[in-house]
């Protein structure tokens, strides 16, 4: 989407379509610089005819027939608030792209009133960017069409910003490049949790994580195949992956901040399963469809790189995540196998399908051995049982550690993605006794949230660590929030790189 900020009025401009907000206990007013009062008073006759009450959410599309800029008017409701926030803009700017996409307007252009209303002009511009690019999101890589020729024929191209004074154009200007550059972000993690499984493979998430470091980026990348994850121990890891076709990959991303000297180091975890069929405890078909998403966590950390060079925090940032496969085959690891993690633990495979939280053991150990960081936040589609408790709109949260959790909060709450705490609750360790290692991957159907997290604490220590559960958020089977569209979501993308963005 190409984006133009303008301080003039609106003598001059062509456009598809011109967006307006209207208040619900506002004396109403619409067209202010471009209609008619004879016209405007129309609009507003029809729009009380149809019952438009401008509730929050309410979007009313109408013909401008005759009218000589523009050629659609299109009315949002934005309720009874005086100053909106970020959540309504950013809702706001997805259910205007959809309605735009719907009749293939290509030219959009927002009434100053808009921005003007927000809290804050930067974060209100960025918040409706974010809201426009993600609501205006369609994966088309697997359609005949390009996805140039679909652009092209179905959706918007360009937006104009207006602004009252070259002041509050500065403002949106920056918020609208912050918007652009995180839902870009997100954008590459739901394109790559689109992407079939097929594609998708272990080899192509070591080509993506290779494509966002090098030189001018601040990013490293370094990456570890079958041979150097066994002499680091990775033995975990490598028996999940070791009934598929793909080879196994670790992969190890730095971002170092030009200043200050002694950052405060970060470790982002991904789960990346690129595909999880269960294994030899065969997930049942209905299951298994949507399992392309089970590498959904490292999309996120990867989306979060993506940001990074130009974001450029001030803290150091680690991405970690082993890329494997799992599936059923004669070399496959079996129930009842036992495993070793990287720092010793040994770990008794119940089910193969319980296989996130083996190669995080890996991951984990390494994150907190190897970097030794100040803290660990990780990303898994890891379990069914988080669906159950929360539903898909919103993230299991695990935290033992009070900063960590707030300034998490924090930027969720920035970012409008939902997530709510549940409990490490220590007593359930018994769940996950093995008879015969020390420890075994699933403590049974009852708390299994629970247990698959109280797994993961074992191979943190003392770290301050977060783990995300994003198995319901990760992907949209609806879409139920203005901002999503069916499929991978991004979910974190942007949270993330709101927590990055404040740390010190
Ligand atoms: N990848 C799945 C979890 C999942 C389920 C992600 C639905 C997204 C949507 C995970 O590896 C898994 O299979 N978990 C099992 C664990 C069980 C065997 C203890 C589950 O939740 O059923
Ligand atoms: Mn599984
Ligand atoms: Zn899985």
């Not at 011109?18 to 129309?42: H, M, N, R, T, W």
């Not at 950013?90 to 293939?104: L, Q």
């Not at 150097?228 to 080879?247: D, N």
Request: charged content about 25%.
């Amino acid at each position: 989407m190409r984006y133009s900020i303008l301080s003039e009025p609106f003598s001059g401009l062509q456009a598809d379509a011109v967006v307006e907000g209207l208040f619900q206990e506002d004396k109403p007013k619409i067209g202010e610089g471009y209609l008619s009062p004879e016209l405007s008073k129309a609009i507003l006759a029809e729009l009380k005819r149809r019952e438009f009450d401008a509730k929050e959410g309410d979007v009313c599309v109408l013909p401008l027939l005759g009218h000589r800029t523009f050629k659609h008017l299109i009315i949002v409701g934005v309720g009874k608030k005086r100053n909106y926030e970020q959540d309504q803009l950013r809702s706001m700017g997805a259910k205007v792209i959809k309605a735009a996409n719907s009749f293939h307007a290509k030219k959009i252009v927002f009434h100053p009133e808009l921005l003007k209303r927000a809290k804050d002009q930067v974060e209100g511009a960025q918040a409706l960017v974010e809201g426009i690019e993600l609501g205006g999101y369609h994966f088309s890589s697997y359609r005949k069409r390009t996805a140039e020729e679909h652009t092209k024929k179905h959706q918007a191209e360009e937006i104009l910003l207006l602004a009252f004074d070259r002041q509050s154009k500065f403002k949106i200007e920056k918020g609208m490049a912050l918007g652009k550059l995180l839902a870009e972000a997100a954008i590459l993690a739901r394109d790559m949790v689109n992407t079939p499984a097929m594609d998708m493979h272990p080899e192509q998430m070591v080509k993506i994580a290779q494509s966002l470091s090098g030189r001018g980026t601040g990013i490293t990348c370094k990456v570890v195949d079958r041979g150097g994850m066994e002499k680091l121990g990775m033995k975990a890891s490598l028996a999940v992956g070791q009934g598929s076709m793909h080879e196994p990959k670790f992969v190890h991303l730095v971002y170092r901040p030009s200043k200050p000297k002694h950052p405060k180091k970060i470790v982002l975890v991904g789960k990346a399963l690129t595909f999880d069929s269960g294994g030899l405890s065969l997930k049942p078909s209905e299951h298994m469809t949507d399992m392309k998403i089970d590498m959904a966590g490292a999309a996120a950390v990867l989306g979060v790189f993506k940001a990074l060079s130009q974001l450029k925090p001030s803290v150091e940032v680690h991405g970690v995540f082993i890329a494997v496969e799992n599936m059923p085959s004669g070399s496959a690891y079996r129930p009842g196998d036992v495993v070793t993690a990287m720092d010793g633990t040994t770990i008794e495979v119940d089910n193969t399908d319980a296989e996130g939280r083996v190669t995080l053991a890996d991951a984990l150990s390494y994150a907190t051995h190897k970097i030794k960081p100040q803290a660990i936040i990780d990303l898994a589609t890891l379990t069914g049982a988080v669906i159950i408790a929360l539903g898909s709109d919103m993230t299991g949260l695990f935290c033992g550690n009070k900063e960590l959790k707030a300034a998490l909060f924090e930027a969720a709450q920035t970012s409008g993605e939902q997530m709510w705490e549940l409990p490490l609750y220590q007593p359930y360790r018994e769940l996950i006794k093995s008879k015969i290692a020390d420890v075994k991957n699933v403590g049974g159907r009852a708390g299994g949230v629970i247990t698959s997290a109280l797994f993961l604490e074992k191979f943190v220590h003392d770290v301050p660590w977060a783990h995300l559960d994003i198995a319901g958020t990760a992907y949209a089977e609806k879409e139920s929030k203005p901002e999503w569209v069916q499929g991978g979501t991004g979910w974190g993308v942007r949270l993330l790189l709101n927590y990055l963005r404040q740390a010190k």
